[in-house]
């Protein structure tokens, strides 16, 4: 067998699941996905024959309930896949040793914070997807209190659901949207979250994790309001012969959502280059990678 990471990842067909899925097979790591049938993190118990057979060096757990004006219907459904779910894998991975790497996410955070948080800062989810990962968090480390939780923001890919897609979907439809202008983050590449992923695993199989176990934000560089990330998708995608049509910049106020979303989901990086060295790209640097694979795809 090569030595090397072996990564066990839950899910199969989310964005963060099927980039790591690409980018492990172009870095040649061993990489087993397991969809939900195989491990339904709502009804889970332990994991499969299948995944110890593959004797894995780590798990990574890239499934979640990420609905988030749903979850406001769905609160039961939330916490199972992303609370109770996760607390169960966690113990899981703890019976085996096995180092845990968690998704979690910057609607932990209320958004009032006048700066970009940074992991010590209090949570306050305004809404039941939020709440839910944060519980997801808690009982994680609870089970597994060395476990790596990741929270990430605004994840875009050529995979699955994103802003990104439905962006480009609506500039082929319509003359013209109305997006918000002060809700401010940092829009993430799933490729680049794989990357990052797969560079901590690899080193926990050299390494010690020594006290690095905890809570990391994990952001593409730079920062934009949705309204900034729209313009500028299309600022791409139209130079490359795609969809362009104009953004009208509208208060929150002026677009009504189920689920209250934060203001400010800015995260501070800076913890993560320290403990593991990494530093994820500009996010519009990894925007154009990901436009131009959407715009060759048609
Ligand atoms: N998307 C975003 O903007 C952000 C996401 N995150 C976090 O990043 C992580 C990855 O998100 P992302 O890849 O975008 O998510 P997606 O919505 O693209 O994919 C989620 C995956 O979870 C799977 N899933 C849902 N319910 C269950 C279940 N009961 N058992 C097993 N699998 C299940 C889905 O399976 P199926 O395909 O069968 O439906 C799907 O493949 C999550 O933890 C999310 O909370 C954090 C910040 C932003
Ligand atoms: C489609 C559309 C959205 N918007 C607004 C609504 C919202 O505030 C923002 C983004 O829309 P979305 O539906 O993609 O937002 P949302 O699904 O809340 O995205 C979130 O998903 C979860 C899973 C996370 O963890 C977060 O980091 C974040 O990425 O843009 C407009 O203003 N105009 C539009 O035409
Ligand atoms: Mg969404």
Known sequence: MIEGPRLLVIGRNGQVAR????????RRVPL???????????????????????EPTAIINAAAYTAVDKAEDEREAAFAVNAAGPGKLAEAAARRGLPLLHISTDYVYDGAKPAPYVESDATAPLGVYGAS???????????LPDALIFRTAWVYSPFGGNFVKTMLRLGAERDGLKVVDDQIGSPTSALDIADALITVAADLYENDLGNRGGVYHLAGS??????????TIFEIAGARGGPSIPIEAIPTSDYPTQAKRPANS???????????????????ASLETVVTRLLAKG
């Open 266 to 284: 800015r995260l501070d990086c800076t913890k993560l280059e320290k403990a593991f060295g990494i530093r994820l790209p500009g996010w519009q």
């Open 19 to 26: 980039a790591l899925a690409e980018r492990a097979g172009e």
């Open 32 to 54: 087993l996905a397991l969809g939900r049938e195989e491990c339904d993190l709502a009804a889970f118990t332990d994991l499969p024959d299948a995944a110890d057979d593959f």
């Open 222 to 231: 730079g920062e934009t309001s949705w309204c900034g990330f729209a313009r």
């Open 133 to 143: 990962k944060l519980a997801g968090e808690r009982a994680v480390r609870v089970a």
